[in-house]
């Protein structure tokens, strides 16, 4: 690996042990063996850096389940409870890197050049959830689905995050957010 790769690879560590705010350029030279210089050069700020290791720590989660993956159909009630029961089973873990999230969106407004990288970054995440939903290739979503569907995941995603972070004890899992969406549907097709 080179000095770049070094770089994303200890911010990914002290993201996960000190957070985004605690996290100094020198922890990440330190955890990552390189030097100050690297990160000015290599991404152009610490906060930068910070912001792409989140966004890479987000794209190296799985929520397909264990070895026999999801089982229910794509786009089916069953996949959407799999699915957000896997979230939450990311969520349950002490240190989960979901709280990370909630720390960003308050520091948003002090970073605004992070805070664009990372609203960027929410269409794609939008994307990735619609893809493992409806079981389709991430390429074969449309910007429109992802807009939509997309943005519709993503909100469900940050409430989510929200409420297990501030209270896990009543927090919902993936039966009980399937268990509220077969309502609104039932609710939807009654009109």
């Given at each position: 690996m080179g000095h770049?790769?070094?770089?994303?690879e200890?911010?990914?560590?002290?993201?996960?042990?000190k957070?985004?705010?605690?996290?100094?350029a020198r922890?990440?030279?330190?955890?990552?063996?390189?030097?100050?210089?690297?990160?000015?050069?290599?991404?152009?700020?610490?906060?930068?850096?910070?912001?792409?290791?989140y966004?890479?720590l987000v794209?190296?989660?799985?929520?397909?389940?264990?070895?026999?993956g999801?089982?229910?159909?794509?786009?089916?009630?069953?996949?959407?409870?799999?699915?957000?029961?896997?979230?939450?089973?990311?969520?349950?873990?002490?240190?989960?890197?979901?709280?990370?999230?909630?720390?960003?969106?308050?520091?948003?407004?002090q970073?605004?050049?992070?805070?664009?990288q990372?609203?960027?970054?929410?269409?794609?995440?939008?994307?990735?959830?619609?893809?493992?939903?409806m079981?389709v290739p991430?390429?074969?979503?449309?910007?429109?689905?992802?807009d939509?569907l997309?943005?519709?995941?993503?909100?469900?995603?940050s409430?989510l995050?929200?409420?297990?972070?501030?209270?896990?004890?009543t927090?919902?899992?993936?039966?009980a957010?399937?268990?509220?969406?077969?309502?609104?549907?039932?609710?939807?097709?009654?009109?």
């Amino acid at each position: 690996m080179g000095h770049r790769e070094d770089l994303l690879e200890g911010a990914k560590r002290c993201l996960l042990e000190k957070g985004f705010a605690r996290t100094t350029a020198r922890d990440i030279v330190k955890e990552s063996g390189t030097n100050l210089a690297s990160i000015g050069y290599h991404y152009g700020s610490k906060d930068t850096l910070l912001a792409q290791a989140y966004i890479a720590l987000v794209e190296e989660m799985s929520f397909e389940g264990g070895d026999g993956g999801l089982t229910g159909a794509p786009g089916s009630l069953e996949r959407f409870r799999e699915v957000w029961s896997n979230i939450v089973d990311s969520m349950r873990g002490p240190g989960s890197m979901w709280r990370l999230s909630v720390e960003i969106v308050t520091m948003g407004d002090q970073m605004p050049e992070v805070r664009d990288q990372l609203a960027r970054a929410q269409r794609e995440g939008g994307r990735g959830l619609t893809s493992l939903l409806m079981g389709v290739p991430e390429e074969e979503v449309s910007d429109e689905t992802a807009d939509t569907l997309g943005r519709f995941y993503m909100t469900l995603m940050s409430g989510l995050i929200s409420q297990w972070t501030f209270d896990p004890k009543t927090a919902p899992d993936g039966d009980a957010l399937a268990a509220g969406l077969r309502q609104i549907v039932e609710a939807a097709n009654r009109s």
